[in-house]
């Protein structure tokens, strides 16, 4: 027989064994391009709120953090003017001179260089020494660019000339690739051996040899290909864009197109997570949702609900949460990873998978990086 004393123990017991395990918390900030607000919002992923709108001289654009921590660098497009801000501080560290109307930056993986498009020429900016070190002008306006990993080459998308240009630092020349179409985005594969080109206008996507700049072959897709990302080891490219509620699977190495897979109403942007199962997110904006599918069985696994327009996804180094963020409603939307692997995931036929929280950030988001704090 349990007395009163053994019940209350027992019962109290019980409820901490049905509690569910703490959130883990992840040491850094989601940093949030707030075209309205002329500021930089940053979310401190320790407490999921917003900790700080940061100022700055103009609407900002692209955001990219700095892959050894502790700051994240944002372009001004408007002047471009490249800001550094300091994640310590949640303050802006240092700025550039405008060097002119800006299209697109990327950022080599060593954090030394940062490649800057802008709309006549492109230029490689040194970190270190904070100054221009490389200027390469461009035949007509740009509309992307890529960068290869060794941060020496860049692939840019030329559109009114129905071009692709590969540029290098060590000799300062553009090769120019003709195309069959206009451009939209151009992304390197093959550990930089080949750069691969969207043709939206006529549902292909161009394959180009890195060293000479030729043209290998167009490869005809069922979609308009409009976004992209690849897998952690680059052998799986996917694909979405108008015309198809799904995504194209493209093998870079073979250059082929694979297969298709179902992924929700008018897919949109592409991030894919790796782990013991890889996992490809996309967004789909104009339901409110994100498609959760398993890389490795090719289906569907979760249905995320954030509505508004979800435009962008990011995840935090330790693969603990993937991060939405709402072009229309001005939010981050955050998602525990780890709820894919719960049973109740798994045997739901809906499949819709609850949000961990959601942090308003302010109007007009346009852009999203995830900063660590070392």
């Known amino acids: 027989m349990i007395d009163r004393r053994g019940f ?20 850094g900030f989601a ?50 003017t490249i800001v550094e801000i300091d994640a310590r501080t949640l303050a802006v560290e240092r700025r550039s001179r405008a ?25 490689a900016w040194d970190l270190d020494r904070w100054q221009r070190v490389t200027w390469i002008r461009l035949p007509n306006a740009p509309n992307g660019m890529d960068l290869d990993d060794s941060g020496s080459r860049v692939a840019i998308g030329i559109p009114d000339e ?3 240009g590969i540029a290098e630092l060590r000799n300062g020349k553009l090769l120019l ?10 992304t390197f594969q093959c550990k930089g051996k080949l750069v691969y080109a969207g043709l939206p206008s006529t549902r292909r996507i161009a394959a180009v040899n890195t060293e000479d700049a030729r043209h290998l072959v167009d490869l005809p897709v069922p979609l308009s290909p409009q976004h992209y990302c690849t897998n952690a080891d ?8 108008e015309g198809m509620d799904a995504v194209v699977i493209v093998s870079p190495y073979q250059t082929e197109v694979g297969e298709t897979v179902l992924a929700g109403n ?7 997570i790796a782990g013991s199962t890889p996992y490809l997110f996309v967004a789909n904006p104009e339901a409110g949702d994100t498609t959760v599918i398993s ?80």
């Open 31 to 80: 940093f949030v391009s707030l075209r309205d607000e002329k500021a930089i919002a940053a979310v401190s992923l320790s407490s999921f709120q917003l900790a700080k709108q940061i100022p700055v001289d103009s609407a900002p654009g692209l955001l990219i953090a700095h892959p050894q921590g502790n700051r994240v660098l944002g372009l001004l497009p408007s002047s471009g």
């Open 266 to 272: 008018a897919p949109g942007a592409l991030a894919a």
């Open 99 to 123: 060097l002119g109307p800006a299209v697109d930056m990327r950022l080599a993986t060593n954090g030394r260089l940062l490649w800057v498009l802008l709309r006549d020429s492109v230029i």
């Open 177 to 186: 690739t003709p195309l069959s179409a206009a451009p939209g985005f151009v």
């Open 234 to 241: 680059g052998g799986q490219m996917f694909v979405s864009g």
């Open 8 to 27: 209350l123990v027992a019962g109290a017991a019980m409820a901490a064994a049905c509690r569910r395990a703490k959130a883990p918390r992840y040491n």
């Open 162 to 164: 129905q071009s692709l």
């Open 295 to 374: 890389i490795d069985t090719r289906r569907a696994v979760a249905q995320i609900h954030s509505g508004g327009r979800p435009s962008e996804i990011a995840f935090t180094p330790d693969g603990s949460y993937a991060l939405i963020l709402d072009t229309l409603s001005g939010n981050l939307a955050v998602f525990r990873l780890n709820v894919l692997q719960t049973a109740t995931i798994q045997a739901r036929r809906s499949r819709l998978a609850p949000l961990f929280t959601v942090v308003p950030v302010g109007a007009g988001p346009v852009s999203l990086s995830v900063c660590p704090l070392v």
